[in-house]
T-cell receptor, first 109, second 114 residues
Framework: GQSLEQPSEVTAVEGAIVQINCTYQ??????LSWYQQHDGGAPTFLSY????GLEETGRFSSFLSRSDSYGYLLLQELQMKDSASYFC??????????FGPGTRLSVLP | ETGVTQTPRHLVMGMTNKKSLKCEQH?????MYWYKQSAKKPLELMFV???????ENNSVPSRFSPECPNSSHLFLHLHTLQPEDSALYLC?????????????FGPGTRLTVL
């Protein structure tokens, strides 16, 4: 089976840097994705890591270590609009897709 | 705008009602998905369609019945639902069903079953 773990909540102030961790257990591994979901909104794709290392997209970066079954999403220069829930997700083979429980990020002024 | 639309956005129904949720994607994608999002639970994949054929059904109760008449439209027919079925139902689409295909989500239908 597949399972992912994330912290349930993270709080930080504007301008700060925050890291959201994700550990996973999968029978096979095909990559780690990150999605953002604002309250009342749809999940939107942020990043995908298929190989070890850091992927950078503007203020957001995502990291993967396959040997540690671990990844993280790094958000820099936090803004109020970054307050949202963040989900890691893994393809689980056979068109299946498993999401983590989500981390609620609150950005304070 | 994500290119995936869902109607209705909110739905309240009794346990004996029959209703349908509609999803439409304008992205030229070949795969479509239904997810259920309950409070304080991870997104749960319900159904996957690829080129209008169902390829995944994650043991969803038969009171949920999907229909995919073409690659742009996806329906979820609901009948004799239970209060625990109250949740946000999200539709998504992707170009293919490969492991690297990004999924694009619609805004969801907030369903309340009384």
């Amino acid at each position: 089976g597949q399972s992912l773990e994330q912290p349930s909540e993270v709080t930080a102030v504007e301008g700060a840097i925050v890291q959201i961790n994700c550990t996973y257990q999968t029978s096979g591994f095909y990559g780690l994705s990150w999605y953002q979901q604002h309250d009342g909104g749809a999940p939107t794709f942020l990043s995908y890591n298929g190989l070890d290392g850091l992927e950078e997209t503007g203020r957001f970066s995502s990291f993967l270590s396959r040997s540690d079954s671990y990844g993280y999403l790094l958000l820099q220069e936090l803004q109020m609009k970054d307050s949202a829930s963040y989900f890691c997700a893994v393809p689980a083979g056979g068109q299946n897709f498993v999401f983590g429980p989500g981390t609620r990020l609150s950005v304070l002024p | 705008e994500t290119g995936v639309t869902q109607t209705p956005r909110h739905l309240v129904m009794g346990m004996t009602n029959k209703k349908s949720l509609k999803c439409e994607q304008h992205l030229g994608h070949n795969a479509m998905y239904w997810y259920k999002q309950s409070a304080k639970k991870p997104l749960e994949l319900m159904f996957v369609y690829s080129l209008e054929e169902r390829v995944e059904n994650n043991s969803v109760p038969s009171r949920f019945s999907p229909e995919c008449p073409n690659s742009s439209h996806l329906f979820l027919h609901l009948h004799t639902l239970q209060p625990e079925d109250s949740a946000l139902y999200l539709c998504a689409s992707s170009l293919g069903t490969g492991d690297t295909d990004t999924q694009y989500f619609g805004p969801g239908t907030r369903l309340t079953v009384l």
